[in-house]
Structure formats: structure tokens, C-alpha cells
């Protein structure tokens, strides 16, 4: 929202200096659609998943063993005796624990990671943006806006300038 306001400000300001508005030449850029279609953000989504893939695998075993010993908990639970149920149940009850706590520790470091490749992709799009908005004569570029006519948008431009690099 500051945003959105400091560029209507600024677009006031340079109207008031004597600024005609035909001479303002303003672009939009919607950065999220930057960061889910440009290529170095699907590069990114791509290490990330192989960096965590096997974990994610473990997760899968550890769930599916889980589901298991539940069902044959429910299964032979009837038949088996007091001592070797409760065995079981306290199995099933440790494989839960550690499933929620890898799962815990699993999601906290794809985050951690996820917010470095973000950031990477963030750098790489603002000077991308930037460039592009000095070659062009941009006054100011936005990146946040309530309506933007499409004819102002500049998106694909910046996509295809991270394609290019």
C-alpha cells in the first residue's frame, strides 16, 4: 500500500512541477507472476525439489509404515494379548512422534531454503526491472497496484529479460 501511495505521490509531485501527464511513462510489473513463470524462479522450484526429494520420500515410508501398524492394530488388535497390543500401540505412538517431528524439521528447512531461492530470484528481478526501466525511460515502474490498465504492463518484458540471462 506505501508503495502504491509514494507512486501517486510522486506522479502528483511531477504533474504540480509542470510535468505534463502524457510525458510520464509509467509501468506495472506483477512480481508474483515474475516469480511463479520466469524461468530462474522454475529453475529454483526445480533444485529445491531435488534437494528435498528423498527426504520427502522418508517422510512417505515413515507416514506409510504408520498407517500400517495402525491397521493391523485395528485389524488383530481383538486377538492379540494385552502386553504385545500396548507394544505395538507404544510403536505406533514413537513412529507418530518421529513422523511429526521430521515432518516438523522438514518444512522448516524447505522454508529456510525456499526464502534463499526467493531471495536470489528477488535480486535478480529487481535489477532486471531497474535495467529495464532505465533502457526504456521509465518514470516509475510499480509493482503493486489496486487497478492497472494492461497496457502499462510490463511483465512479459521482464520475464523475457530473466529468460535471457
Not at 534437494?51 to 520427502?56: C, K, L, T
Not at 517431528?101 to 522438514?106: G, I, P, V
Not at 526467493?118 to 531497474?130: E, F, G, P, T
Request: aromatic letters at 6%; proline letters at 1%.
Amino acid at each position: 500500500m506505501n508503495k502504491v501511495l509514494a507512486a501517486i505521490v510522486l506522479c502528483a509531485g511531477m504533474m504540480t512541477a509542470g510535468v505534463a501527464s502524457a510525458d510520464i511513462k509509467i509501468g506495472f510489473v506483477n512480481t508474483e507472476r515474475v516469480f511463479r513463470e520466469a524461468p530462474i524462479a522454475l529453475q529454483a522450484q526445480k533444485r529445491l525439489e531435488k534437494e528435498f526429494a528423498a527426504r520427502a520420500a522418508e517422510l512417505q515410508k515413515m507416514a506409510k509404515q504408520a498407517r500400517d501398524l495402525q491397521a493391523q492394530l485395528e485389524k488383530d488388535g481383538a486377538i492379540q494379548s494385552d502386553a504385545e497390543r500396548r507394544n505395538k500401540e507404544r510403536d505406533l505412538a514413537n513412529l507418530n512422534r518421529d513422523y511429526q517431528r521430521n515432518l516438523r524439521e522438514f518444512r522448516e528447512d524447505l522454508n529456510v531454503r525456499r526464502n534463499e531461492e526467493l531471495s536470489k530470484v528477488q535480486d535478480r528481478a529487481r535489477k532486471a526491472i531497474q535495467a529495464y526501466g532505465e533502457a526504456e525511460k521509465f518514470d516509475v515502474i510499480l509493482e503493486e497496484a489496486v487497478y492497472f490498465s494492461p497496457k502499462i504492463d510490463i511483465t512479459d518484458k521482464i520475464i523475457r529479460a530473466l529468460s535471457d540471462k
